[in-house]
Structure formats: C-alpha cells, structure tokens
C-alpha cells in the first residue's frame, strides 16, 4: 500500500513501524508535525516536553529502559539538548535511541541558519540524511537498526523542504519489539570523569567502525550516468540535482556522518569535473578536500546563504535555463502580521506609545517588531529576553529600568523564561517582566503546554500558573491584566516600570485563533464621523483599511475585538464588542 505524505508524516509513520514506543520533543518549525503525528498512533506514547533540553533526557531515559525512543527539535533546539546529546553519545544506549533535528535553510520560521552536521562530528554521533519521504520513513529504521548495532543515539537531519513536502510512501507493519531488559552498568551510564574518560576510548573505536560502515552501506550509492561532469550531494540537493541534470552521474550520501574516503575518492576518479552541491556550509567538500580527493566547485559556486534550488544548480554550472514567463508589474511584499484580534497587538500598541526599550522573545510577539509597531528593540533566542532586560538594567541602572521591559510568551516562558525569573531575583535584579499568555504554543500551529492544562492528546493535567511559579521564586510584585484594555494595561506598566525591583506582569488573553474564543460581531466605520487621522493605523490591524482619506473595515476578517475604538477620538467605529 501506498500513501502520498509530508516528510514530517513519514518520519512518525517510520517511527510506528520501526517499534518506537516513546516519543518527547518540544515543538519548533519544521519539525513540529512529527510528534504531532506519531500521537496519532496508540501504539506509541507521545508528548510535549517544556524544552529541548527535557525532552531529549526523557528520550535518553525511555532508551536506558529498553524501549525504541526518539526526539524531534528544530536546528536551534539542538543547541538547547546539546547538553544531555553530547554526554549520550559517551553513555551509549539500551534500547535505540533517534534524535531528528529539523534545519531550515533561507530562515523561513527561525533565526538562524546553523548547520546541524556539525553537531554530528562535534558530539560523534551517526548522522543520517533523508532526501523524499520515502526515505525519511525508510531511514527511521535505519537509523534504529546502527543505533542498537553501535551503541549509539543517531541523528536523522532533514530540512524545511523535506519536512513540508510531498511524495508517495509506501507502508509496512509495524515492527513490535519487547523492550529490551535493563542490565544496571555504572562504568557505561554514570558519566563521571573516571568512567567517561573510558567511555571516550569507546566512542573513538564506534566511529571508526561507523567509518567502515559509510564505505559499505546501501545509504550511500553511486549512480553513474554521464561522465564529463559528476555531483557529490545529499539530502534535497540531491532531487534538485537529480531534475536539473538527469542525466549526469551522482553520488548521493545518505549517511553524512561520519562520511566514506574510499567510495568518494573512486567516485572523483570516474568524473571528468566534481561539484560539491550542498545548502549552507561546505561539511562534504571540506571533507573530500582534507582527504586529498578532487573537488572542481562547492561552495564557490553555490555560496554559504539560503536554499539551493533546480534553476540555481543549472545556471552554476553552466546549463540551459528552461523557458519560463516574466511579469513586469512586481509583486508586492505581504510580510507577517499579526491576526485580527491577536491578544498581543494591544499590548505592543501601548509599548509603541510609551517609547519604552523591548527586549523581545522567540514567538508570535516577535511580530511586534515589525511596522507599525515598532516596538521591539531586539530578539536573541528562547527564553533570552528575561536574561537580557537583568543584564542591561544592571548596567543602566533605575532610569533605564523605568524605560525598560522584557517580553516573553506562556510556552516560552516555560521553556526557558523560568530560570531567568530565578536569575532575576536572586541577584537583585530591577527588570520589569511581561508574559504575554495567550493560552497556547501559538507560532508552530497551537500545540499545548505545561500552562495550559491539557497533555498533547488534550488529557486534562495539572496546569503550571505562572503566578504562582514567579511568586514562589520570590517575585513579590505578580499581577494579571488584560491587553485588550489598553488604558489598564498602560497603567499598569507605568506603575511596574516605576518600581526598582523584579516585577512580572502577566498579559492575559487567549489566542484568537483558539477554537473556543468566541468572537464579538465584526465593526464597521460611520464615515461621517471618521476624521481621516490615521489614529486606528497604528495598530497594524490587517481588517482597517484607508482609502480615500477614511478608514474602512473588512468585515470577512474582523473579531469585533474593539483596539480601534480605542484608538478612535471620534467615535467612528461602530458596532462589535459590547459596551
């Protein structure tokens, strides 16, 4: 049977049949869509982790047990599992252990573009590269089956265009596997210096084993064709290869860490020109150069930056561009914005109007950076905003704490706010706190959190309050309030700014988008009372517009939520929220 699925859907499906029983990860584009479908399958247990960081231990734990485990992160969640990922690779497993890391070359939803091989030769770890979705349902297995062979967790490394593309899968049983008993082993599992340093000696002789494996799997193959020009590639370089030149002869890595010598250098010996086709940095090609093997071009032509391409591989090496249509009229830019209703626009609005400095966060806030709000001065990576607002009020003391604020949102705070908040009292900070809780894990799609009560099968759990966490780390200052007040909102910043001390004020209302928030009738404009002032433009609602010196509103995308009678002097807006 086969069954047309997203990468991300192929990679749970792969799960399922390779046995995997556990399965922790935080969300984060794109790779979300992985957990999300593998608690789709009752044979595996699934769910959300506060962090990178958590779900990779509680990963590592279900292996020690003897189940098949797996964790799935972006490109930047790894640098937060790090930690725990390094050391495994020292303690080995019990039962197999994947870790999938979703990079995101171009930075489609991310703030980086960090090429996660590195990760694999930096903690010797097995990396594996799917190209289709066949491949990444095919790989899971596989990359079990090196994992409980050598003794090792391993990474399968996919991208934005495999994880959120399409193509036919074909389906197999599931292979259920007793879990594997667990022997206790102090000298393997206990990464003490004494033990570790031994441990190393082993990880050393895993990866020269690994090595001869990359000369012999079926992962790597050569795929010979004409000869004037050959391509050294992996991952989805190789479909956009394989559609600009068909007919030329590749060699398509599969297992890109660690990478062969031998099949490689025979490889060159065969092509008149090799080119080295890989997006972001030059992992194969320095490899192939630190081995003496011929490289003709890499990353002299294709560069360090963004997505390759079918027409971009052409146009480098030489070939013909297929025909295609230009238009001469520009298409206009539609960056993101925040949604009709979103709980943060009033928020930001107030911020913009106080001119305060806004050391922002990773999520949909992040939006509040943009025009015409303009209202965040920087954003680093999770959890950052809280640490940051510390150390710039430290160094500028109470009159740029009485101008400064940090935001950070309910999953984030969760997933790396709360240490910040404990940094933040226990040295005598002076840092005002926003935590903007809309109720949910809102940029990567709605997933639930350790705020919101409910587990990712939406089982009712114990929902974290993040009032209670921050008055239990010694906060003394804690209060709620909701943006879509701006007067009360404003009011209470102004109060929390003017005081020296660590202040957290939770900025209350739930995503727009969530299925139970029930929407008021939409406005419209009485155009006799609207003056053409532009006031309700400042919120960057996409339902106002203005046309011929007057406001007017799209009903088919307005809330009612009621920002731009807030905004409005005159009284122009009509109808909507209930007075």
Same mark, same amino acid.
Request: proline residues 5%; hydrophobic residues 35%.
């Given at each position: 049977m086969k069954k047309l699925m997203l990468?991300?859907?192929?990679?749970?499906?792969?799960?399922?049949?390779?046995?995997?029983?556990?399965?922790?990860?935080?969300? !984060?584009?794109?790779?979300?869509?992985?957990? @999300?479908?593998?608690a789709e399958y009752d044979e595996v247990y699934a769910e959300w982790a506060p962090n990178e960081k958590a779900a990779a231990e509680a990963a590592v734990g279900a292996s020690l047990a003897g189940a098949r485990a797996f964790c799935a992160m972006k490109h930047v969640g790894f640098n937060v599992a790090a930690d725990p990922l390094f050391t495994a690779s020292y303690t080995g497993v019990n039962g197999g252990l994947v870790i999938t890391v979703a990079d995101d070359p171009g930075m489609h939803s991310s703030q980086n573009e960090q090429d996660s091989r590195h990760y694999a030769v930096a903690a010797?770890?097995?990396?594996?590269?799917?190209?289709?979705? =066949?491949?990444?349902?095919?790989?899971?297995? @596989? *990359?079990?089956? +090196?994992?409980? *062979?050598?003794?090792?967790?391993?990474?399968?490394?996919?991208?934005?265009?495999?994880?959120?593309?399409?193509?036919?899968?074909?389906?197999?049983?599931?292979?259920?596997?007793?879990?594997? %008993?667990?022997?206790?082993?102090?000298?393997?599992y206990v990464a003490a210096p004494a $033990?570790?340093?031994?441990?190393?000696?082993?990880?050393?002789?895993?990866?020269?084993?690994? =090595?001869?494996? *990359?000369?012999?799997?079926?992962?790597?193959?050569? @795929?010979? !064709?004409?000869?004037?020009?050959?391509?050294?590639?992996?991952?989805?370089?190789?479909?956009?290869?394989?559609?600009?030149?068909?007919?030329?002869?590749v060699f398509k890595l599969g297992l890109v860490n660690p990478l062969p010598v031998k099949r490689l250098r025979d490889f060159a010996a065969k092509v008149k020109k090799l080119i080295v086709v890989e997006e972001l940095d030059g992992v194969i090609e320095s490899h192939m150069r630190a081995h003496g093997i011929r490289v003709d071009g890499g990353k002299d032509l294709f560069g360090?930056?963004?997505?390759?391409? =079918?027409?971009? #591989?052409?146009?480098?090496?030489?070939?013909?561009?297929?025909?295609?249509d230009s238009y001469d009229e520009a298409v206009p830019g539609r960056p993101p914005v925040m949604c009709p209703g979103c709980p943060h626009r009033g928020l930001f609005t107030v911020l913009s109007k106080l001119k305060l400095t806004v050391l922002g966060d /990773?999520?949909?806030?992040?939006?509040?950076?943009?025009?015409?709000?303009?209202?965040?001065?920087?954003?680093?990576?999770?959890?950052?905003?809280?640490?940051?607002?510390h150390g710039y009020t430290k160094m500028l003391g109470t009159e740029a704490a009485a101008k400064t604020v940090a935001v950070i949102g309910d999953s984030t705070f969760m997933h790396s706010g709360m240490t910040g908040i404990v940094n933040l009292v226990y040295n005598r900070g002076i840092a005002t706190v926003l935590v903007l809780d809309n109720s949910i894990t809102g940029m990567t799609g709605h997933q639930q959190n350790p705020t919101t009560g409910l587990t990712l099968q939406n089982e009712p759990t114990y929902p974290i309050r993040i009032e209670d966490f921050c008055q239990a780390v010694g906060v003394k200052r804690v209060r709620v309030v909701d943006p879509q007040?701006?007067?009360?909102?404003?009011?209470? /910043?102004?109060?929390?700014?003017?005081?020296?001390? %660590?202040?957290?004020? #939770?900025?209350?209302?739930?995503?727009?988008?969530?299925?139970?928030?029930?929407?008021? %009738?939409?406005?419209?404009? $009485? %155009?006799?009372?609207?003056?053409?002032?532009?006031?309700?433009?400042? +919120?960057?609602?996409?339902?106002?517009?203005?046309?011929?010196?007057?406001?007017?509103?799209?009903?088919?995308?307005?809330?009612?939520?009621?920002?731009?009678? =807030?905004m409005c002097k005159f009284g122009a807006f009509e109808g909507g929220a209930a007075k």
């Open positions: 990468g991300n859907q192929a990679v749970a499906c792969g799960l399922y049949e390779a046995g995997c029983r556990f399965v922790s990860s935080y969300p !984060g584009t794109p790779s979300t869509e992985i957990t @999300e479908q593998a010797k770890l097995a990396m594996l590269e799917p190209s289709d979705s =066949q491949e990444c349902k095919d790989f899971v297995a @596989e *990359a079990y089956a +090196i994992s409980e *062979a050598y003794d090792t967790p391993v990474m399968l490394r996919t991208c934005t265009r495999v994880a959120h593309s399409q193509s036919l899968v074909e389906l197999k049983d599931r292979d259920e596997r007793a879990l594997k %008993p667990y022997e206790r082993n102090p000298q393997k $033990n570790a340093v031994k441990r190393h000696v082993e990880v050393e002789k895993r990866m020269l084993a690994l =090595q001869e494996l *990359a000369e012999t799997t079926a992962l790597n193959r050569e @795929e010979m !064709g004409e000869t004037d020009i050959g391509f050294v590639t992996s991952g989805t370089c190789y479909l956009y290869v394989k559609e600009a030149l068909p007919d030329a002869s360090l930056l963004g997505e390759l391409s =079918q027409n971009r #591989i052409r146009a480098r090496v030489g070939a013909a561009l297929p025909a295609f /990773i999520g949909c806030y992040t939006l509040g950076s943009g025009a015409p709000l303009n209202a965040v001065d920087s954003v680093l990576c999770m959890g950052a905003s809280v640490g940051m607002a007040d701006m007067a009360a909102t404003e009011a209470a /910043i102004k109060e929390e700014i003017a005081i020296a001390e %660590p202040s957290v004020i #939770i900025v209350r209302r739930p995503c727009a988008l969530l299925k139970y928030v029930k929407h008021n %009738p939409p406005l419209s404009v $009485n %155009p006799d009372k609207c003056k053409g002032c532009k006031s309700c433009m400042k +919120i960057g609602c996409p339902a106002i517009r203005f046309a011929d010196k007057k406001a007017s509103i799209d009903r088919t995308i307005c809330v009612g939520c009621g920002l731009c009678e =807030q």
